[in-house]
């Protein structure tokens, strides 16, 4: 996975990095996916997820994700992702 954050572009091997990367993005009690889709485009897959949380010094927060994968029989082959950030949800 190749993801660009607001603060580093991450470049990630193997789905248990991925998916671990991905706990630590949305761990937390109060984490609410808001919206998702998913759409084929090309020969790949785009995806886009809304989530919304509370910050302790930013209050209630939202971000959003957009990617674009590859699907294999095994999963996500590959990514390349890109996110809004936390942004004040009022």
Request: hydrophobic content about 40%; glycine content about 8%.
């Given at each position: 996975?190749?993801?660009?954050?607001?603060?580093?572009?991450r470049?990630?091997?193997?789905?248990e990095a991925?998916a671990?990367?991905?706990?630590?993005?949305?761990?937390?009690?109060d984490?609410?996916?808001?919206?998702?889709?998913?759409?084929a485009f090309?020969?790949?897959?785009?995806?886009?997820?809304?989530?919304?949380?509370?910050?302790?010094?930013?209050?209630?927060?939202?971000?959003?994700?957009?990617?674009y994968?590859?699907?294999?029989?095994?999963?996500?082959?590959?990514?390349n992702?890109?996110?809004?950030?936390?942004?004040?949800?009022?």
């Amino acid at each position: 996975m190749r993801g660009l954050v607001p603060s580093a572009l991450r470049e990630l091997e193997g789905r248990e990095a991925i998916a671990e990367r991905f706990r630590i993005w949305n761990e937390g009690e109060d984490w609410e996916l808001l919206e998702s889709e998913t759409e084929a485009f090309a020969d790949v897959v785009r995806l886009r997820w809304r989530v919304a949380s509370t910050d302790p010094e930013l209050g209630r927060t939202v971000y959003e994700q957009t990617a674009y994968a590859e699907i294999d029989e095994g999963g996500i082959a590959w990514m390349n992702l890109v996110c809004s950030g936390d942004r004040r949800a009022d």
